[in-house]
């Protein structure tokens, strides 16, 4: 089977650091991505790791270890802005995305 | 450029209806997926398209459900005899087959079924 976990809501303060976690269990895994969606809107892509290790762009960094089947989204100087759902996404062979049921990330002021 | 459109982007319907609702991919985007999302919920893949055929349809949910991408581009989800659990947002979302991950999401259409 199948799955996917990551914790159902975060709240952080405005300035802070936030740490949103992943962890899967799939077979045929090539990659984690993740994804932004703010209520109402459509899911925007934020980043894909295949390696182990820390991807930086920006605020937003993403990290995997693939020996761990584990990864986390990490958001530095919140903005009001970043309040939204945040998805980690698992890639199952060449094409096939498999989401998790989102993190609702609250940033207070 | 334009990004993905979805039309329409809302739609009530009744019980038993049938409905198409419709996926405008980004120009020269080979990859082409429909997922469902219910509320407090991830995206739930559909089916993927790669180019005019459809490489795998197995998270449709039964016969009830057919997607076609006739000429590459332009994508139909159909819907015969909708019932209420029908009810979601349709996402349509495109990818470049050039080596990107990235996943392009349309607005996505409402559907409530009555």
């Known amino acids: 089977g199948q799955s996917l976990e990551q914790p159902s809501e975060v709240t952080a303060v405005e300035g802070a650091i936030v740490q949103i976690n992943c962890t899967y269990q799939t077979s045929g895994f090539y990659g984690l991505s993740w994804y932004q969606q703010h209520d109402g809107g459509a899911p925007t892509f934020l980043s894909y790791n295949a390696l182990d290790g820390l991807e930086e762009t920006g605020r937003f960094s993403s990290f995997l270890s693939r020996s761990d089947s584990y990864g986390y989204l990490l958001l530095q100087e919140l903005q009001m802005k970043d309040s939204a759902s945040y998805f980690c996404?698992?890639?199952?062979?060449?094409?096939?995305?498999?989401f998790g049921t989102g993190t609702r990330l609250k940033v207070l002021a | 450029g334009a990004g993905v459109s979805q039309t329409p982007s809302n739609k009530v319907t009744e019980k038993g209806k049938y409905v198409e609702l419709r996926c405008d991919p980004i120009?020269?985007?080979?990859?082409l997926y429909w997922y469902r999302q219910s509320l407090g919920q991830g995206p739930e893949f559909l089916i993927y398209?790669?180019?005019?055929?459809?490489?795998?349809d197995s998270g449709l949910p039964n016969d009830r459900f057919f997607a076609v991408r006739p000429e590459g581009s332009v994508s139909t989800l159909k819907i015969q005899r909708t019932e209420r659990g029908d009810s979601a947002v349709y996402l349509c979302a495109s990818r470049s087959d050039a080596g990107q991950e990235t996943q392009y999401f349309g607005p996505g259409t409402r559907l409530l079924v009555l």
């Open positions: 398209f790669q180019g005019t055929g459809a490489a795998d």
């Open positions: 996404a698992v890639k199952r062979g060449t094409y096939k995305y498999i």
């Open positions: 120009s020269g985007h080979t990859a």
